[in-house]
Structures are given as structure tokens and as C-alpha cells.
Nanobody
């Protein structure tokens, strides 16, 4: 069973930066895509950033200027660098891995709180 474990969440001040990490128990290149979603209280879970195994990235339009998704294949990790945080970025952030034809793996989530 593949496991994804997020880390790096916490409290950050508005305007600050945070880098989330996701460690996979599987070989990261076995995933067709890796990504990050987030879910704020009372809201649905939305895509934040995604990277295919071929290196193609896509970001939520409202966030793309403040985010960078990256992977370290040697460490089987995926990262999300978040800059210029805003209070509305407060949410639980989830790591996800997708394998064809239709299998999604999810981490347990890490809380990010943006507050002064």
C-alpha cells in the first residue's frame, strides 16, 4: 500500500513563506502525476498545484504566482513552496499521487494557518 506523508505545515504570518514536503513510500517516478490540494473549513477540496511525470506543471489560477511545485526523485519527495501567504490560504494541504488508469493516493494532510 502506497503511503504519502506530508510535513512542513504550521503557523505563518501574512506575507511569509512556507515549504511543504510530501514523502512517498513508493517510487515517485511510478506516479503519473503528483500534486497538492487544499481544503479550507466548510469548503471543498481544491487543486493547488500538479506536476506530471513528464515535468508539466499546472497551478490554480489564483495562486500560480505564489507557488512552486517540485520533486526530488532521488528522495521520493514532492514539495510545495508557498510565498507571500495570505489569511485565505489557511487550509489543510493534502499531497496526492496519481497512477494510471485511475488510482489516487492521498496523504493525511498538514494544517497551514496564516495569521498575525
Amino acid at each position: 500500500q502506497v503511503q504519502l506523508v506530508e510535513s512542513g505545515g504550521g503557523l505563518v504570518q501574512p506575507g511569509g513563506s512556507l515549504k511543504l514536503s510530501c514523502a512517498t513510500s513508493g517510487i515517485i517516478v511510478s506516479f503519473n502525476a503528483m500534486g497538492w490540494y487544499r481544503q479550507a473549513p466548510g469548503k471543498q477540496r481544491d487543486l493547488v498545484a500538479r506536476m506530471t511525470s513528464g515535468g508539466i506543471t499546472n497551478y490554480a489560477d489564483s495562486l500560480k504566482n505564489r507557488l512552486t511545485i517540485s520533486t526530488d526523485n532521488a528522495k521520493n519527495k514532492v514539495y510545495l513552496q508557498m510565498n507571500n501567504r495570505e489569511p485565505q490560504d489557511t487550509a489543510v494541504y493534502y499531497c496526492t499521487g496519481f497512477q494510471c488508469p485511475a488510482t489516487n493516493y492521498w496523504g493525511q494532510g498538514t494544517q497551514v494557518t496564516v495569521s498575525s
